[in-house]
């Protein structure tokens, strides 16, 4: 609210301007000759029984900016006193619902473009937050972030349902804010905008989250271990994927439905040459496999490979075959070609592709090879190279091992299998794909007697370098080392048991 000492001090050109208007993303249908519904992204709202003057006003909401008073004029010529405390509830009701937009502008500059913009981007009250004191502490949260979103600067908290979109002339209040500072204080900045024009876009960095918790000194942020254990860029991967509420596009959305078509299972085949691999007799394997439950009781991690006994072709082709080769491929609903392979993947889009590489391995040359998983073939991607090179040490020092890994597995995702179809799930669900499949690479490497050890860690970029594959399209989420295991294992790695062989 703008005070009795911004109106004296203030120039006229430069008072502030509060307006509002429905979010431009939804749609506003008649239901009736007194009734409408907003559809927005994130939710809907019916206003059934609207009064003609109401009507009007929530039409001029949709056609454009409005002040709260140019709408109560609106109202209480059609509707009366009566009609404008009716009037009240719905403007409540809509701001409740995030359909409205609040924007902050200077009266008398150019177009009066807003300074800054309160916006919906998820389902929640959009609503500015109170006016600060001139001289009370403000600083923005550690958790905000801007980025760049149709053409406009926005800025966000993780999990808030609200984006803060700012000008120019406003974008300056970010670099201000990053250390504790005052309204007042800020409109004293070379070129600043006045106090009240301040205060008000504050009202909605509040709204939107951005403001830090706390004061100089008690910054819970920093200090409370809840939150500092956080990074912002982890803390915004959380929020927006499992906070369905705080942005749309949850869930199978298919935004790229009509600009890309959605890509087949089965990636364009390298040119290199070709390995049949042996094709396991899994009959026969269930009849002589270890019981299950002794196979999950025995899965480690096992970090040495037996050099006197290198892994074979043949269990390399049966590791990959029971554990990821294609048992079927068909058409879904949407027109994507889905995919069957022994461990589950979110809508079967079975984006995981893998890539042995092979440092010593009886019956095949050392190289890094793909895994055609449709085929149950290896391809020759790239003889063994500087880059190849790279990919083997990062496993080595990641695995603490003594030796070069025999096989390091490289697991990559085809983007774009997953992103066609599903939006702000999209990334967590690979890298729930690539847990899904070690767990099964190690269940069946337990079963075979192989050594198999998950890593946490790797560089998609010396993946792409080494492999030629464009880093956004195809890229490395997971590697494991895989070998023969030796009949004695190291002891000083890993958790400690007892026994040292099965
Ligand atoms: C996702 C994931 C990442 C891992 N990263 C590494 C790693 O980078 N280096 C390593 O030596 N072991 C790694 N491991 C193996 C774990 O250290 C191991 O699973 C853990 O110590 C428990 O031991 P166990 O697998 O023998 O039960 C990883 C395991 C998983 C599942």
């Known amino acids: 609210m703008t005070t009795a000492l911004d109106e004296i001090h203030l120039p006229a050109a430069a008072r502030t301007v509060r307006r509002l208007r429905l979010r431009p993303d939804g749609a506003l249908a008649p239901l009736g000759p007194r009734a409408v519904r907003l559809t927005a992204p994130v939710g809907a709202l019916s206003l059934p029984d609207l009064a003609p003057g109401a009507m009007e006003a929530v039409a001029a909401l949709a056609a454009g900016e409005q002040t709260e008073e140019e709408l109560a004029a609106l109202v209480a010529a059609r509707d009366g006193?009566?009609?404008?405390?009716?009037?009240?509830?719905?403007?409540?009701?809509?701001?409740?619902?995030?359909?409205?937009?609040?924007?902050?502008?200077?009266?008398?500059?150019?177009?009066?473009?807003?300074?800054?913009?309160?916006?919906?981007?998820?389902?929640?009250?959009?609503?500015?937050?109170?006016?600060?004191?001139?001289?009370?502490?403000?600083?923005?949260?550690?958790?905000?972030?801007?980025?760049?979103?149709?053409?406009?600067?926005?800025?966000?908290?993780?999990?808030?349902?609200?984006?803060?979109?700012?000008?120019?002339?406003?974008?300056?209040?970010?670099?201000?804010?990053?250390?504790?500072?005052?309204?007042?204080?800020?409109?004293?900045?070379?070129?600043?905008?006045?106090?009240?024009?301040?205060?008000?876009?504050?009202?909605?960095?509040?709204?939107?989250?951005?403001?830090?918790?706390?004061?100089?000194?008690?910054?819970?942020?920093?200090?409370?271990?809840?939150?500092?254990?956080?990074?912002?860029?982890?803390?915004?991967?959380?929020?927006?994927?499992?906070?369905?509420?705080?942005?749309?596009?949850?869930?199978?959305?298919?935004?790229?439905?009509?600009?890309?078509?959605?890509?087949?299972a089965s990636p364009a085949p390298f040119a290199g040459r070709k390995v049949a691999l042996p094709v396991p007799d899994l009959d026969e394997l269930v009849r002589t496999d270890r019981p299950f439950t002794e196979v999950l009781e025995q899965r480690r991690s096992v970090r040495d490979h037996d050099e006197r006994a290198p892994i074979t072709l043949e269990q390399l082709g049966e590791l990959l075959h029971r554990s990821a080769r294609r048992r079927q491929t068909f058409t879904g609903g949407d027109g994507q070609e889905l995919a069957d392979r022994p461990y589950p993947s979110g809508g079967a889009v079975h984006e995981l592709e893998l890539y042995p590489l092979v440092t010593s391995c009886t019956g095949l040359e050392p190289g890094l090879w793909h895994y055609a998983t449709d085929r149950h073939e290896l391809e020759l991607v790239s003889e063994p190279s500087a880059a190849t090179a790279q990919l083997v040490k990062s496993a080595r020092e990641s695995s603490l091992m003594q030796t070069d890994p025999q096989v390091v597995l490289l697991v990559t995702a085809r983007f774009g299998r997953v992103m066609w179809k599903y939006e702000t799930v999209a990334y967590p669900l690979i890298l729930k794909h690539v847990g899904a499949l070690y767990q099964t690479l190690y269940l069946v490497g337990t079963a075979m007697d192989l050594a198999v050890c998950g890593l946490g860690g790797g560089d998609a970029a010396d993946f792409a370098a080494a492999s030629g594959l464009d880093y956004f399209t195809e890229g490395s989420v997971g590697e494991l080392v895989i070998g023969s295991r030796p009949p004695t294992l190291r002891q000083d790695v890993g958790v400690p048991r007892r026994e040292a062989r099965r």
């Open 81 to 264: 006193d009566a009609g404008l405390l009716r009037w009240q509830l719905t403007r409540r009701r809509l701001g409740t619902a995030g359909m409205l937009e609040h924007s902050v502008h200077l009266a008398g500059e150019a177009a009066e473009e807003p300074l800054a913009r309160l916006r919906p981007v998820g389902r929640g009250a959009a609503e500015p937050g109170p006016t600060p004191d001139p001289t009370g502490q403000v600083k923005l949260s550690r958790f905000a972030s801007a980025s760049v979103e149709g053409g406009a600067l926005l800025v966000r908290a993780p999990g808030s349902p609200l984006a803060v979109q700012l000008t120019t002339r406003a974008a300056g209040l970010l670099a201000a804010l990053a250390g504790w500072t005052s309204p007042a204080a800020l409109a004293q900045l070379p070129g600043g905008l006045p106090l009240d024009a301040v205060r008000q876009t504050l009202r909605l960095f509040a709204a939107a989250g951005l403001l830090a918790y706390g004061s100089p000194g008690a910054e819970p942020e920093a200090e409370e271990q809840r939150f500092a254990q956080w990074t912002a860029a982890d803390l915004a991967f959380h929020s927006r994927t499992r906070r369905p509420t705080s942005v749309a596009g949850y869930g199978g959305t298919y935004r790229f439905g009509d600009r890309f078509a959605p890509e087949p």
